[in-house]
């Protein structure tokens, strides 16, 4: 970006989902409803209902804290999940942005929430007071760049 250039806000970047994790998302919902199913056929109608209850449940808690994108702002960093959740984290707050893929993005962190949904493209809001964010952008330099340009650029107004 030039100089004296304004920039556009919010800079979005999407959530990456590996393929090995919708499996994993997949056993949430089919297996109540399998086994819903099966009681069904058996004549327990009320258990049935029961675990269709259940697997709706369990479907609406993942779509409403699964991320959907990651959005940079020239005050925030707003992390948007399902339906009209989302929450934000000051930059005042966060120190800087590191790359965390791998096995690093799903080991306990001191204080932390993992919101990772990918094992490549992992990055972590890295905040010394506070919860620090695990988090997985489509493209995690061009977020850290983002971020990092917005933090400094709020430090040096």
Do not use: C, H
Not at 16 to 29: C, E, M, N
Not at 66 to 93: C, H, Q, T, Y
Not at 116 to 125: G, I, N, P
Request: glycine content about 8%; proline content about 8%; aromatic content about 10%.
């Amino acid at each position: 970006m030039a100089s004296g250039e304004e920039q556009d806000w919010p800079q979005r970047f999407s959530a990456r989902y590996d393929r090995a994790l919708l499996p994993v998302l997949a056993i949430v919902p089919v297996l109540p409803l399998t086994r819903a199913a099966f009681l069904w056929a058996d004549g327990e109608a009320g258990l049935a209902a029961g675990l269709l209850v259940i697997a709706t449940l369990g479907s609406l808690a993942l779509w409403a804290v699964l991320p959907r994108a990651f959005e940079v702002w020239p005050d925030r960093v707003r992390i948007v999940l399902g339906g009209p959740f989302s929450f934000s984290v000051g930059l005042d707050s966060i120190e800087g942005v590191e790359p965390a893929p791998g096995v690093r993005a799903i080991l306990p962190m001191r204080w932390g929430a993992i919101f990772a949904t990918s094992f490549k493209t992992t990055v972590r809001l890295r905040r010394p007071k506070g919860v620090s964010y695990m988090i997985s952008p489509r493209d995690p330099a061009g977020f850290s760049e983002s971020v990092g340009a917005a933090i400094a650029k709020r430090r040096r107004s």
